[in-house]
C-alpha cells in the first residue's frame, strides 16, 4: 500500500539530546514537510523540501534541522536548542508543486516526550 | 497574509443530529480550501476540498461549499454518528512566492454521544 510511514510512534528523550524522527514515504512526491501540532493549536509548519537535496526553513525551525537526500525520506532532527520539544510531529507530502491544488497526505504522526 | 478562523471546541451532539462548523478565512491570491479530519491519535486525513468559489466539495455524507463572498467554507452532515467524533481542521492553500503555502486553522473537536 502506498502511504507515509512516521517512526517511532512515540519516544521519550532526555532533556540536552538530540533526537531525530523518522518520515519514510511511497507516494513517489516530490514534496515533504514537517509539522509540529501542540494541544489547541493548528499545525504549524516546521521544514519543507520541494525537491531533493533541497528544503527551506518554515514558520517555526529553530532548533530543528532536516536532511533530503532520498526523494523517499525526510528525517527531522529535533536538537538540544529547541527549547520546548514535546509536542506531536507530523510529516506530510504531496505531488510536485504547482501540478495539484495542495492537498497533503499525512503520516500517522510521532509523539515526542521531553522527560 | 493568509489566515483560518474556526469556531472553537468542543462541540457536543447527540447521534443523528444536524453538524455545522464554522470556517473562515483571508488569504492573498486564489486560495484552495479544505477540510481534514484527524481521529484520536492519528495523523490527519483529507475530508473534502473545493478550488473554486461556488465549489462543493462533499464526501462521506460531510458538505462544505466554497463561498467568496464571505470567505467561508463551512462545514456541514446532516446526521453524525458516534465514529465522526474526531478534530476536524479547516485550511487553505495558495501560491506564494514560487511555492505552495498550507495554512491551518486550530481545530474543532466535535464528540458525538449515543
Known amino acids: 500500500d502506498g502511504g507515509i510511514t512516521q517512526s517511532p510512534k512515540y519516544l521519550f528523550r532526555k532533556e540536552g539530546q538530540n533526537v531525530t524522527l523518522s518520515c519514510e514515504q511511497n507516494?513517489?512526491?516530490?514534496?515533504m514537510y514537517w509539522y509540529r501540532q501542540d494541544p489547541g493549536q493548528g499545525l504549524r509548519l516546521i521544514y519543507y523540501?520541494?525537491?531533493?537535496?533541497?528544503?527551506q526553513k518554515g514558520d517555526i525551525a529553530e532548533g530543528y534541522s532536516v536532511s533530503r537526500e532520498k526523494k523517499e525520506s525526510f528525517p527531522l532532527t529535533v536538537t538540544s536548542a529547541q527549547k520546548n520539544p514535546t509536542a506531536f510531529y507530523l510529516c506530510?507530502?504531496?505531488?510536485?508543486?504547482?501540478?495539484?491544488?495542495?492537498?497533503?497526505?499525512f503520516g500517522e504522526g510521532s509523539r515526542l516526550t521531553v522527560l | 497574509g493568509n489566515s483560518v478562523t474556526q469556531m472553537e471546541g468542543p462541540v457536543t451532539l447527540s447521534e443523528e443530529a444536524f453538524l455545522t462548523i464554522n470556517c473562515t478565512y483571508t488569504?492573498?491570491?486564489?486560495?484552495?480550501l479544505f477540510w481534514y479530519v484527524q481521529y484520536p491519535g492519528e495523523g490527519l486525513q483529507l475530508l473534502l476540498k473545493?478550488?473554486?468559489?461556488?465549489d462543493k466539495g462533499s464526501n462521506k455524507g460531510f458538505e462544505a461549499t466554497y463561498r467568496k463572498e464571505t470567505t467561508s467554507f463551512h462545514l456541514e452532515k446532516g446526521s453524525v454518528q458516534v465514529s465522526d467524533s474526531a478534530v476536524y481542521f479547516c485550511?487553505?492553500?495558495?501560491?506564494?512566492?514560487?511555492?505552495?503555502?498550507?495554512?491551518f486553522g486550530s481545530g474543532t473537536r466535535l464528540q458525538v454521544q449515543p
Open positions: 506530510a507530502s504531496s505531488p510536485r508543486q504547482g501540478s495539484n491544488t495542495g492537498e497533503l497526505f
Open positions: 507516494l513517489n512526491h516530490d514534496a
Open positions: 523540501s520541494q525537491i531533493v537535496n533541497d528544503f
Open positions: 488569504a492573498t491570491g486564489y486560495p484552495s
Open positions: 473545493a478550488t473554486k468559489a461556488d
Open positions: 485550511a487553505l492553500s495558495t501560491m506564494d512566492t514560487g511555492r505552495r503555502a498550507l495554512t
